[in-house]
């Protein structure tokens, strides 16, 4: 499939408040990439009993003519467009995005004729697609944040397509790009407090040395960027989260798995707890099988 140099973003009754459009729009302005909303009405809704097919579709079109007002409004240069579709909504919109560049959704949507994107539909969105998909809390405004994008590492050594999208990120924005990895010591090591000391120096130190030799080689590929590694202990969602949040951060950027015919079920336990807590917006980068 040919990638089309679009953006797309899941929008519903409560666009105005959530941060998924805003985040869409500066990055639309930033790529010159225009965007496609996508509006998702939840195909047991509209033949729910009680409820009328034509004032469902009256309320979608009402919502996708003044989003596209807001789009054109924010650059009328950019080809942007509205779509209204009818469909399981995380599905619909993993698929729908799937030749574009990126997905943005809101993570706590409210419609005004049922919850779109909340909770569980953000998190099944950033499982079934196959672009980055970007989740932006309620309210986030871009403007009010001038702190880094924080990637987070692990020791799989499949970190480049994640490390390349936050640097990419970074340098459209003129920010800092921040290294995070967060470790512990396996739970087999129950050895008295001065051992433990000990192996957990030498373990700081080891990641250390070995996340510096990684920035070092980004910092040849992207010479304009400030990069930075920060190494620390602890639990790896507390550990990302408070990065984040100490730092002001732009975006957090995490890895997903591999792509698998054989389950929906991709995201790891970190870059799921991140997701579900996070206060600024997290981008998920699956590793397709090719990028391995």
Same mark, same amino acid.
């Given at each position: 499939?040919?990638?089309?140099? !679009?953006?797309?973003?899941?929008?519903?009754?409560?666009?105005?408040?959530?941060?998924?459009?805003?985040?869409?729009?500066?990055?639309?302005?930033?790529?010159?990439? +225009?965007?496609?909303?996508?509006?998702?009405?939840?195909?047991?809704?509209?033949?729910?009993?009680?409820?009328?097919?034509?004032?469902?579709?009256?309320?979608?079109?009402?919502?996708?003519?003044?989003?596209?007002?807001?789009?054109?409004? $924010?650059? +009328?240069?950019?080809?942007?467009? @509205?779509?209204?579709?009818?469909?399981?909504?995380?599905? @619909?919109?993993?698929?729908?995005?799937?030749?574009?560049?990126?997905? !943005? !959704?809101?993570?706590?949507?409210?419609?005004?004729?049922?919850?779109?994107?909340?909770?569980?539909?953000?998190?099944?969105?950033?499982?079934?697609?196959?672009? +980055?998909?970007?989740?932006?809390?309620?309210?986030?405004?871009?403007?009010?944040?001038?702190?880094?994008?924080?990637?987070?590492?692990?020791?799989?050594?499949?970190?480049?397509?994640?490390?390349?999208?936050?640097?990419? *990120?970074?340098?459209?924005?003129?920010?800092?790009?921040?290294?995070?990895?967060?470790?512990?010591?396996?739970?087999?090591?129950?050895?008295?407090?001065?051992?433990?000391?000990? !192996?957990?120096?030498?373990?700081?130190?080891?990641?250390?040395?070995?996340?510096?030799?990684?920035?070092?080689?980004?910092?040849?590929?992207?010479?304009?960027?400030?990069?930075?590694?920060?190494? $620390?202990?602890?639990?790896?969602?507390?550990?990302?989260?408070?990065?984040?949040?100490? *730092?002001?951060?732009?975006?957090?950027?995490?890895?997903? $798995?591999?792509?698998?015919?054989?389950?929906?079920?991709?995201?790891?336990?970190?870059? $799921?707890?991140?997701?579900?807590?996070?206060?600024?917006?997290?981008?998920?980068?699956?590793?397709?099988?090719?990028?391995?």
């Amino acid at each position: 499939m040919t990638k089309q140099p !679009v953006i797309h973003v899941g929008v519903d009754g409560s666009w105005r408040d959530t941060g998924a459009l805003e985040w869409a729009l500066q990055e639309s302005l930033i790529r010159k990439a +225009p965007l496609r909303a996508i509006h998702v009405i939840d195909e047991k809704l509209r033949y729910a009993p009680y409820w009328e097919p034509k004032v469902v579709d009256d309320a979608a079109i009402d919502l996708v003519g003044e989003v596209q007002q807001k789009m054109t409004n $924010r650059d +009328p240069v950019l080809d942007h467009s @509205t779509d209204i579709v009818v469909g399981p909504p995380a599905s @619909t919109l993993a698929a729908l995005a799937g030749n574009g560049e990126m997905l !943005v !959704v809101g993570r706590r949507g409210m419609s005004t004729v049922k919850r779109l994107l909340v909770g569980s539909t953000s998190e099944a969105v950033a499982n079934l697609a196959t672009v +980055p998909v970007i989740v932006v809390p309620d309210g986030w405004k871009p403007a009010d944040h001038t702190g880094p994008v924080v990637v987070g590492l692990d020791d799989s050594g499949d970190s480049e397509a994640a490390i390349e999208f936050a640097a990419t *990120a970074a340098a459209e924005r003129h920010a800092k790009l921040r290294l995070v990895n967060v470790w512990d010591l396996p739970s087999i090591y129950s050895w008295d407090a001065m051992n433990l000391a000990g !192996v957990s120096d030498e373990w700081s130190r080891t990641a250390e040395e070995h996340f510096e030799a990684i920035a070092a080689q980004w910092r040849h590929k992207y010479p304009e960027l400030t990069i930075e590694v920060e190494v $620390r202990r602890g639990h790896a969602v507390d550990g990302l989260i408070a990065v984040s949040e100490a *730092a002001d951060a732009h975006l957090l950027v995490v890895g997903g $798995r591999h792509h698998h015919k054989v389950t929906a079920v991709l995201l790891g336990s970190v870059a $799921r707890g991140v997701l579900q807590h996070a206060t600024c917006p997290v981008a998920v980068i699956h590793l397709t099988k090719e990028d391995a």
